[in-house]
Structures are given as C-alpha cells and as structure tokens.
C-alpha cells in the first residue's frame, strides 16, 4: 500500500516555472518507477514523464522535451517535476503515479497508486 501526495501547484505567468513535489509514504520499496500525468478539462489523461528507482531512465511527452524535468530523491521518497517555460496549454491537473514494476510506464495502466492531483494554471 503506497499514498502520494503532490504539491506546488499554482498559477503562473507563461514563461515562469513551477516545481511539483509528489511525498510517498507507505510501502515505498513499491515505488519502482514513479511518473507524472496530466488532465486538462475535458481532455483525456495524458503522460508527462517517468523516472526509474535509480534515476537513471527517464522519459518524457514530446509535448514537455527541453522543458520539465524529473528527478527523485529516494532518501526523502519524494519525486519532483521541474516545469520551465511554461506554457498555457500546460494548464492541467497534475497527478504523481507509481508503479511496482520497471519500464518506461507511459500508460495509466501501468501504474498501482496515483496521487490526488494539484492544479497548475498558466495564463498568457
């Protein structure tokens, strides 16, 4: 049983940066791999980025390369998004994810727990 807790959202000016912070507590030896989703209203829920336990693999939406970053600090068992240049199309909730298993986990499917989301909003 895993919980996770996202924070830092906010509203922003487009260009400004946002960091995210996803807490997990529980069993976090079953946070193999942690990512990021988003959902816009109306829209479907769609794949921001993925870590794996080491940090060594990471993968990101075409629509976030050059921009966001992930990084996760296991002795804090916490997974950050940094979010630079951003954009009002980034507008979004955002939901922090993990799964128990390795892989690139680009599909909701993939993932055991999910936060409860934070809102970012992005005006122009």
């Known amino acids: 049983q895993v919980q996770l807790a996202e924070s830092g959202g906010g509203l922003v000016q487009a260009g400004d940066s946002l960091r995210l912070s996803c807490a997990a507590s529980?069993?976090?030896?079953?946070?193999?791999?942690m990512g990021w989703f988003r959902q816009a209203p109306g829209k479907e829920r769609e794949f921001v980025a993925s870590?794996?336990?080491?940090?060594?693999?990471?993968y990101y939406a075409d629509s976030v390369k050059g921009r966001f970053t992930i990084s996760r600090d296991n002795a804090k068992n916490t997974v950050y998004l940094q979010m630079n240049s951003l954009k009002p199309e980034d507008t979004a909730v955002y939901f922090c994810?993990?799964?128990?298993?390795?892989?690139?986990?680009?599909?909701?499917?993939?993932?055991?727990?999910w936060g409860q989301g934070t809102q970012v909003t992005v005006s122009s």
């Open positions: 994810a993990a799964s128990r298993f390795y892989g690139p986990k680009w599909y909701q499917g993939d993932y055991d727990y």
């Open positions: 529980g069993r976090t030896s079953s946070t193999t791999c």
């Open positions: 870590i794996s336990w080491s940090g060594g693999n990471t």
